[in-house]
Structures are given as structure tokens and as C-alpha cells.
């Protein structure tokens, strides 16, 4: 037995990447997920659900209300019930850095539509429901980033402080219920996005200076967030909310 068995956890983003990991950690942990991705996430729900818990993929543009409230709606008639929700869905890929007045607008709005108005659709969509069950965890991925004054990267940066604003905010806005609003923070992780953020010697360069920073000297690697994600879902975290964990091998402390 598990403390998330027969739990119903919603992972938007989580067809590739660190939202996959969270995915094959709560489903092996025995609970039922759902993944909310805008690219098709039925393949990969069906191949996780074939080595254990139940995977539900739903195909979801998570800056779109309606498409969002549909997919709650069906998680719940799936599920009947949603515990816990991490937003982890963002849109990086395909950015490239530059000073913050040459960013293109049509990149500043899509960052801010999938990293930040996705947040709030989607909690908005499942705060009804947690709040007639009075239980729930919302987990908000947010970036290291927000803490480094990284330069040119201002749209992403920018996106992703609001995703830290907006889960302090939210905490407050649950009080007096179970629910609790918390934030995790992560490095700079090895997954499809970050290895194409640039050429090969650009990334291996920026792999450089990302290991110097750390305290511990290994990159890291999407399993490496699951412990942070799963202790803010847990039981002993209820009294955990509006809250922050950096998960970055020590290029933040304090
Ligand atoms: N990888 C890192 O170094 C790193 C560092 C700090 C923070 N993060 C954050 O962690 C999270 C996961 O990062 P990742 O590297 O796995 O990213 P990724 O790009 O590999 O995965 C993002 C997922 O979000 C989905 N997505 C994008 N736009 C969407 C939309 N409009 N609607 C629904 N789904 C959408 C993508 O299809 C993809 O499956 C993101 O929030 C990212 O900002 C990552």
C-alpha cells in the first residue's frame, strides 16, 4: 500500500520530459493519472499504463478554457475524484536567448499564455472540485531562473515568476480549506528541450557553467524533481502551502 493509492493525479504536460517522470512515479506509487498535453498524450498513457497504475491521456491546449474544463470533466467521470494537480506544462522549446528588446512579441505572448495563463485556467478548472471534496494539492512548476536574474531569457524568466507570484496568491486563497498551493523550482534538467535549446557546443557550454555553479557536480535529470513533487502531494506536507522548493544541486540556497 501506498499513500497515493487510488489517488487521481492530473499532470499537465506530461508526455515528454519531467512531466513524464512525475507521471511514472505516481502511477508505479499506485495512483490514477491523468495527462493534459497538446501533444497527443494517448500513446504514452497506454505505455505506462501497460507497466502499471491507470494512465489516462488527454489531449489538451491547456490556454484553452474550454478544452481544459473538458478534460477535468472527463477525469472525473474517469476517476471521480482529482486530488492533486501539477502544472508543469510550459512552453521553452524553441526559444532562443536575447536581450529582453529584441524578443519577438508573438514569443512573449506565448510564453505568458502557456506558462502562465495555462496555471491559472487549469487550477481554476479543478478548484471547484477540490473544494467540494475539501482536499487537495496543487503543485506549480516554476524555474530557478525566477531567483538568478538570468538575462536573455526575459519572457520565460518573466513567465515563470509569475508562476511563484500567482501560487503565493492562490495559498492564501484556499485558507480555512485542505488544499494547499506550493511551487517547485527546478535546474537546469536534462530533457529534450533543454538539449535543443541551442547547438550542441552552445549546450555543452551552458552545461558548463551550469555544473560549476552547483554544489552537487552531477546534472540533472528529470527523476531528480519527482522526491520534491511527490513530498508536496503527500500526507506530510498538509502543512506545506505557499511555499517554494528549489531543486537545483545548489546553485540557489537560502
Ligand atoms: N528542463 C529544465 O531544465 C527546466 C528547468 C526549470 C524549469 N523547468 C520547468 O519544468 C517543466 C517541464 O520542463 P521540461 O524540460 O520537461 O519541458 P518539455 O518542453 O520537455 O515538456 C513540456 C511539456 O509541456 C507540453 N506543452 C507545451 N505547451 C503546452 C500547452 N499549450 N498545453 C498543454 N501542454 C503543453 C509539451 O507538449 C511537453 O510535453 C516546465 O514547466 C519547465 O518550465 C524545466
Redesign the pocket.
Known sequence: MSEFDNRVIVV????????RAYVESFAEAGANVAI????DPAPVAEEISSKSGAVIGRR????NKAQVDAAVQETLAAFGQIDVLVN??????GLTFQPFDKIPESDWDRSMN??VK?VWLTCSAVAPHMRQQNFGRIIN?????VFMGKTNFLHYVTS?GAVWALTNAMSREFAGTNITVNCVA????I????RNMGSAEEVARLEREILDAQSVRRLLE?EDMVGAVRFLASDGASMVTGQTITVDGGVIVG
Open positions: 499537465t504536460g506530461g508526455s515528454q520530459g519531467i512531466g493534459f498535453d497538446i501533444c489538451v491546449d491547456v490556454t508543469n506544462a510550459a512552453f521553452y522549446e502557456v506558462n495555462g512548476i516554476s524555474s530557478n531562473v515563470k527546478p535546474g537546469y534538467t530533457t529534450p528541450a533543454t528529470a
